[in-house]
């Protein structure tokens, strides 16, 4: 259970391989002092910073940025040190930015396991003049290691903070200090999204209240066929608590009224207004505008608006079928009630009357026809500039936002996997967006599928393409995780991916070559399962610094092509298993494959089909919406025909990880 600390507050710390994970809503440094149990620093080579970022047992990152993440072995200490004091300051002389911290949303600190799980929360409320700021202590008690929330701010900066701690030569370390970040800044970057509140998840904008956290929106998305719940991703799904929104008043004066109120659990401070519609010409509905949804971040807005935008579509196609249906049953009742009567079935009178209920029917379908064709045009409009403004997470691998990527510092949202439309607006895509980390794998389906155009019927084609839509899955995967967060692996025992696989071994961003024959299959699958077993028994037992130490502890991809091809018993029994056991401890599964081949199998294999999210390598209405009852036509995510995209984003992620591992 996660201690929330206000100042001066303690937590014992059970583990002792920890991260310290840092949230500001603007670009600050991050460092870290060494001190004896009196507190005092003796000398430069006890204070981990940006030019210096490595200490023993500790690491700090090497530049400003707005989220940190901080390695701490409290093990590996040396027997002198009795203090670890995490220190944020803001970047000296950094144009346009906030001159103290009472200008910026409060920065909010976690203290948390390898595997994520948090330990102790800190949010720096009362913040005002200061530009640096003693965020916690990790000291040592009777050969025990607790956490204490500090909080304690110094108007003068890193140089002041520095000589209370009794470094001499604090002045000129802060100088360099601030160097070393000057020098970095061009690599400093903007606040990812933050750690988000549940709210409200509609498309307008929420009003300041008062009280209580909202809940969330009781409304969930459709999901696709064979899924319990809503679509993955949709805005229904549960999002976490959001540091830098709710904040405390500023501590009280000597000898004032102590204010009682939780600070993470006030809504005093909504989140800022999504950006304001250009005034619309009289009679004309609103011009659209990207973000407008609510949300802390633009990444969030433009995700609720995505979803929003889903559920417009899916509510006003819904309303022009039925409305439809309602005017074939008006007309066939009418018609009936004329041929019913034996008198009026013949002549002129019964002509008249099948042309007034033909006549009403066409109305009626007219009518509901151009109330779709207003709310199309509207949704055609704001896709129109949502599209351009998606961060690569959400964006089509043809958005000019691919070419200024960079390898993110924070993982997003969310992924997209594709499109969505309806056969009554073809035109009009929807982005498929799946929320991160995978809670369920992919299964790519090679087998023959009810595509669109029928074009596509050759096996030999579908394997292909399944193969590079599995490809463009896994190459976005590696671009939207840190350097050194992801991790995939390939399992093509027949060799048949070869050329698809191009962009992923040219580059260097596999763990490994792809494993060829029942030999490699098997290997790679031992890994796994190897993996799944330790992390689950640490998770399970509380002892997640217990693990091994060559352990990679990132998230893991596993693709495997030609399934069952290479696979015995024993392999069937480990695949199955990652597939359910996986996704919990970071081992997901993308599976390439014609369920067809796996016949022989009988029901064996129906829970691993079940399992897996079904996707196809051409457009095809397979994604079945239980909310309204439409079968959504889903079109895969892939390059364009002749572009660099894959390979200059994976050449940008191998350039990453190989930094990231020196």
Known sequence: MTAELVRGQNHPLSQARLEIRVSAGTPIVAAATLSDENGKVHGVERVAHPGAPTLPGLEVSRQAAADHRLAVDLDAMPDTVHRVNVLLALPVGT?????????VAAPFVAVTG???????????????????????????????WKVRAVGQGYAGGLADLLTDQGLPEAPRLATAINDAVAR??????????????????????AAPVLGPDPSGSPYGAPGPQGVTGPLPGSPADPVPADPSGPTQPAAPAAGGPIDYHHPRRRNAAPPPPPPAAPPAAPGQPARPVAGDATGWTMDERLYNQVWGMFEDLARTTAAYRSAVDFADSRMEKELEQVLSDPRSRIGGQADAAREAARAKHAQLVDQARQALDRDVAQLTAEAGVVEPALPPAYARWDNPVWHGYRVPMELPMALRLGDLHLSECAQLRIPLLMRLPLERGLWIDSGRTGSLDGSFTDTHDMRRLAMESAVGHAARLLAVHPAGEYTVYVIDPAGTGTQALAPLVQTGVLAAPPALGAAGVAEVLAKLTQRVDLVQMAVRGGAADALPPGLDTSQHLLVVNDFPHGFDDRAVTQLRYLADEGPAVGVHLMMVADREDAVGYGPLLDPLWRSLLR???????????????????????????????????????????????R
């Not at 144009?95 to 200008?103: E, K, L, S, V």
């Not at 970057?189 to 549940?198: G, L, M, Q, S």
Request: aromatic share 6%; proline share 9%; no cysteine.
């Open 95 to 103: 144009a346009g930015g906030p001159g103290r911290f009472g200008a």
């Open 114 to 144: 390898l595997d994520g799980t948090e330990i102790a929360t800190f949010t720096l409320t009362g913040l005002e003049a200061e530009t640096a700021v003693v965020a916690l202590e990790l000291y040592r008690r009777q050969d025990a």
């Open 184 to 205: 970095g800044v061009a690599r400093s970057v903007a606040a990812p999204p933050p750690r988000t509140a549940d709210g409200d998840r509609t498309r307008q904008t």
């Open 615 to 661: 996707l196809t390598p051409v457009p095809d209405d397979h994604l079945a919406d239980p909310w309204v009852g439409h079968a959504w036509t889903y079109e895969p995510s892939l390059a364009p025909p002749g572009s660099q995209v894959l390979q200059q984003v994976l050449t940008q992620v191998a350039a990453a990880r190989r930094a990231w591992r």
